[in-house]
């Protein structure tokens, strides 16, 4: 499991992307958890590119990490090329600036 402060303390992008694509790496895991992680759409973007080549990953969960347009578009496409992965989590993806004006 990786500890949601630990990772948001990782002191760059390119750091937390390198935990995500090490963790995708993994030939044995099958369930992702990475709720409330700030994940953002560069991690989704280092995800979707993981998943392309993750041949084990049956549920990746995403809820509550801000991963933007771009997140979205990058995951949408890595799905087209992964067979495994049945189910994906998005809920409560407001971007940074919707979530402080309080719109929905």
Known sequence: MIQGSAYKKLS???????VISSVM???TLTILELEDHSIGSNGA????????TNSNLTTLCLQNN?????????LSGALK?????????????LNRSQQSSGAV
């Open 12 to 18: 760059s992008s390119s750091a937390q992307d390198n």
């Open 25 to 27: 790496a993994n030939s």
């Open 45 to 52: 973007q280092a995800l979707s590119k993981a998943l392309k």
């Open 66 to 74: 801000w991963i933007g347009e771009n997140g979205a578009q990058a």
């Open 81 to 93: 090329t992964t067979s495994t992965l049945t189910t994906l989590n998005l809920e409560e993806q």
